[in-house]
């Protein structure tokens, strides 16, 4: 949870821009993320937290794990989208790593701490969703979703 | 044109900033959001399981239990499961707050009790499905024969060839 105003940068790890969109749409003054503090900085050196976007490429692995050790701690990621979250409708394929949890696979055998992260599901998630994830982070909203299991006796 | 033109604008147009956080949004009529699946009515069919494009549905047998999971965090909310779902048992509500700190929220399960074949002892489909097609038939007019209904495939062929006088070797 963080109390003072959370910069953002922006990462794209190989999205089909989609979830891209949505991000800009919630710094536009109808959704206005900047009332919740947040603001986009153009440097990880100086960001709180990564709105973190795509299955993450192949092609992409090495830039990605740049930008996240670039980001200074306590950091945050914020999986948006149902690709950063479980890899998507590109879960099993060959050029893709298929979300942020195989990245966090690679960042461990690298040595490096990966940041705690809040997802977001959706294909695109609303600008909606987003703010619901930031005020989470912010603290003023609570979980809704909560794992169900009904077995049949 | 003043230095000022655009406050009296902007005075004229008012804030155009919603309020989402603090209160509910309005969401557009059809919006596909969170699929649920509805536990009294799954049958364990396994139709949406096959149709679902990012595999966000999948579907083991474990334990004489069939199990149903849906992954929300690879789901792409296209709503194919709820088009294909012969029971109408899953559909899309509008949900759509799915934050969550971690991914194991972002499940829901259905764990469906199966019926073993009387033969092999081999399970093969939900007692739930077996009554629904006990059911259909009955609506058709046929009465299955409990000795076939509780068979697997396999010994199922077996006993209909039998039964309509065809000689089949059993295995």
Known sequence: ?153 | MGRFSLLGKSRKVGVVTEKYPFKPTELPEGFRGKPEINVEKCIGCGACVAECPPNALTMEDRDGYRVIRLFYGRCIFCGRCADVCPEEAISLTMEFELTSDTLTDLVQEVKLKMVKCIVCGRYYGTERHQRKIIEAMKSQGIELDPEIMYRCPEHRADTGAKLIGLRRESK
């Not at chain 1, 090495?62 to 990621?77: G, H, S």
């Not at chain 1, 890899?87 to 055998?109: C, E, M, N, P, R």
């Not at chain 1, 909606?128 to 006796?153: D, N, P, S, W």
């Open chain 1, 1 to 153: 949870m963080i109390k003072k105003s959370i910069w953002v940068f922006h990462l794209n790890s190989g999205s089909c821009n989609a979830c891209d969109i949505e991000i800009l749409d919630i710094l536009t003054p109808f959704h206005d993320a900047e009332r919740l503090g947040v603001k986009l900085v153009g440097s990880p050196r100086h960001a709180d937290a990564i709105l973190f976007t795509g299955p993450v490429t192949r092609q992409n692995v090495d830039k990605v794990i740049e930008a996240i050790r670039a980001v200074p701690e306590p950091k945050y990621l914020l999986a948006i989208g149902s690709c950063a979250c479980g890899g998507g409708i590109w879960h099993d394929s060959f050029a893709t790593l298929g979300g942020v949890q195989k990245l966090y696979g690679i960042l461990k055998s690298m040595g490096i701490k990966p940041p705690k992260t809040i997802y977001v599901p959706g294909c695109p998630p609303r600008p909606e969703a987003i703010l619901h994830a930031i005020a989470y982070l912010k603290g003023i909203v609570t979980k809704k979703v909560k794992r169900t299991i009904f077995e049949e006796k």
